[in-house]
C-alpha cells in the first residue's frame, strides 16, 4: 500500500467547475440532473470538477501514477492520464467523497476562506471561483475502473466568482434586445426629432343631425280624440 504521507495532496489556484459540495448529491436519470438527497442514499456523494495548468496537470498526474504503482497488483492494469484537456488550453478532472462508505456518513468537505475563516454550512461555492483544494489520494482498481481518485477533504476560496444563470437555450441569429429600451429592437430609435412637426391629423367630419320626420297625420278618430280630448269636459 502506499505510504501515508504520500496520499495528502494541495492542489493550489485551481478553477472550480461545478461544484456540489454543500450537501449530498445524487444524479436523478427521471430529471436528467444531480438533485440534493441524504447521505446516506444510493449514490449520494459531494463532488467537483476543477481545472488546472497544463503543468499543474502533469505534476498531479505524476503524483497520481506514483502512488498507482506502489499500490499495484499483478492484474491491476497499467495507470493512464485521466485528466481531460479543456476548449481553453487547461486540464480538468473531478474530485469526489462519497456520502458514506459502509454505512457510515462521511465528514463534510471543509470550506473556508482565504483567511482560513471557516464559511457558513450552506454556502454554495460557484463555477469559475480560484481555489486550493485538499485532496487524499486512494489508488483502486475494479472489473469497470481503475485508477486514483482524488477525495475530496476540502476548499479554501481564494476568488469568490458570481454566481451565472443559466439559460435552457442556444445564441441564436434573430431578434435581440435594446438595453436602453426593452421594448425597442437593436438597430431602432426611439428618439424624436425635435424639429420634426408632427402631420396634423384632418378632424373628423361632423355628422348633420338628422332632422325628425314629420308624424304622418292620421284619419283615425280615436288618434284624434286622444290628442286633443273630449270636447264635452
Known amino acids: 500500500m502506499a505510504k501515508t504521507e504520500n496520499l495528502d495532496l494541495i492542489i493550489n489556484n485551481a478553477v472550480a467547475l461545478y461544484p456540489r459540495i454543500d450537501r449530498t448529491y445524487r444524479f436523478d436519470n427521471t430529471e436528467n440532473r444531480s438533485v440534493p438527497c441524504d447521505p446516506l442514499d444510493d449514490g449520494a456523494e459531494y463532488s467537483m470538477r476543477f481545472k488546472v495548468s497544463k503543468t499543474q496537470a502533469k505534476e498531479i498526474c505524476d503524483r497520481m501514477k506514483a502512488v498507482y504503482a506502489e499500490a499495484k497488483k499483478e492484474n491491476w492494469p497499467e495507470f493512464k492520464n485521466p485528466f481531460k484537456k479543456e476548449e481553453d ?76 444563470e443559466r439559460s435552457p437555450f442556444q445564441v441564436m441569429d434573430g431578434f435581440e434586445v435594446n438595453e436602453s429600451n426593452p421594448f425597442m429592437p437593436v438597430g431602432a430609435s426611439a428618439e424624436v426629432d425635435e424639429f420634426d412637426e408632427p402631420e396634423e391629423e384632418p378632424a373628423p367630419k361632423k355628422r348633420a343631425a338628422k332632422k325628425p320626420e314629420p308624424k304622418p297625420e292620421s284619419n283615425d278618430l280615436a288618434d284624434v280624440l286622444e290628442a286633443w280630448g273630449d270636447e264635452d269636459e
Do not use: H, M
Request: proline share 5%; glycine share 6%; aromatic share 6%.
Open 89 to 164: 488550453g487547461t486540464w480538468s478532472y473531478k474530485t469526489t467523497l462519497k456520502g458514506a462508505y459502509d454505512g457510515q456518513k462521511t465528514r463534510k468537505p471543509s470550506q473556508c476562506d482565504a483567511k482560513t475563516k471557516p464559511l457558513p454550512d450552506d454556502f454554495q461555492l460557484t463555477t469559475d471561483s480560484v481555489i486550493n483544494i485538499a485532496v487524499q489520494l486512494v489508488p483502486y482498481s475494479t472489473a469497470l475502473a481503475n485508477g486514483v481518485s482524488l477525495r475530496l477533504r476540502g476548499v479554501q476560496v481564494i476568488e469568490l466568482a458570481e454566481r451565472k
